[in-house]
């Protein structure tokens, strides 16, 4: 059975895109792989947090996995922090990563600019994000367009460290959605949907209440005309709703634009938010079940022992082959 890896860092609120580009697609791998889903706070360190706001969101995002249908008992659900030797690997893949890899890469371009107080670990965390993959042997790593250049890296340095110290890690895969993995903003359809937008009325958070929804959406920029199409380029706004409805629905785009020819961009709006809360409004039910019984604290605590024993052996191989002696 192939092994999957995948994590989400517990910051902001959780939004559509957050749901429909990553969380919904990585619920089908559990029944298909051998599948481990880490809440990474470690990377969210990178940047100053509020230690209780951390915490909570940690918690938050594990239910959140669970309340959307992750099973405890087909996949591995954990904090990257319960386990020591994510630290660890990336450690020691920081001393295979070159300066000129982190420097490239896009994220810390757009986070650094016009900062004077950049840390560190912002710079060399892309290592770190290769440790987490590369500790399991995953074959694949679900990921959006924007990650793909992390993951990019983290190929690069495991097919070097092989290299250097013989036969190590399993190079893994992007899998990336064809349709839903790039939400847009609803009010700049030209730019991803964000959790640290300048406006609320960026994004629909998965918590997010039925009237608000709505009313986003009826709010959501399209364009001057009244044909509906699927057009990234030309029609961005109208080209993102469809694409939230398909991958809702599970209709291909050309079957709903075909359904909304000479009907209005009002129509496609309601619709979209009618479709959007139907999916959400189970999600948000079981959400608050999970978070009044104390049960994502203990899921968390059997998945960092899962995760510890599944990376073991590529933690002790890490340190063999570059010379560190066993200890007792």
Request: include cysteine; proline fraction near 5%; charge should be negative.
């Amino acid at each position: 059975m192939a092994r999957v890896f995948s994590g989400m860092q517990p910051t902001g609120n959780l939004h559509l895109g957050n749901y429909l580009g990553a969380l919904k697609r990585f619920i089908p791998l559990q029944e298909e792989a051998e599948s481990f889903f880490c809440v990474v706070d470690l990377h969210a360190l990178t940047v100053p947090r509020d230690p209780e706001d951390l915490r909570k969101k940690t918690v938050e995002l594990a239910a959140l996995y669970v309340a959307a249908g992750l099973d405890p008992e087909k996949a591995t659900l954990f904090a990257q922090s319960h386990n020591p030797h994510h630290a660890e690997a990336g450690w020691l893949l920081q001393c295979v990563t070159r300066m000129g890899e982190l420097s490239r890469m896009t994220q810390f371009k757009d986070k650094s600019q016009g900062s004077d107080s950049v840390t560190a670990g912002l710079f060399t965390y892309p290592a770190l994000m290769a440790g987490d993959i590369l500790l399991y042997q995953a074959d694949e790593v679900p990921v959006g367009e924007d990650q793909k250049q992390h993951l990019e890296l983290a190929r690069d340095l495991a097919e070097r460290f092989n290299r250097q110290y013989g036969e190590t890690f399993t190079i893994p895969e992007p899998r990336i959605g064809e349709t839903g993995a790039r939400i847009m903003g609803l009010d700049n359809p030209e730019k991803k949907m964000s959790k640290s937008a300048a406006s609320e009325a960026n994004f629909i958070g998965l918590l997010e209440d039925e009237k608000s929804i709505v009313k986003k959406f009826k709010r959501a920029v399209t364009d001057s005309e009244n044909d509906i199409r699927y057009d990234p380029e030309k029609k961005p706004g109208v080209s993102n709703l469809l694409s939230i409805m398909s991958v809702i629905t599970g209709k291909p785009v050309q079957t709903l634009t075909e359904e909304y020819q000479g009907k209005g961009y009002g129509h496609l709006k309601v619709d979209t938010a009618e479709v959007v809360i139907q999916e959400l409004k189970p999600i948000q039910e079981r959400f608050r079940e999970l978070t009044q019984t104390g049960e994502i604290e203990e899921v968390l605590a059997k998945g960092a022992e899962k995760a510890r024993a599944a990376s073991e052996k590529t933690m002790a191989r890490m340190k063999e082959v570059m010379g560190l002696i066993p200890g007792r």
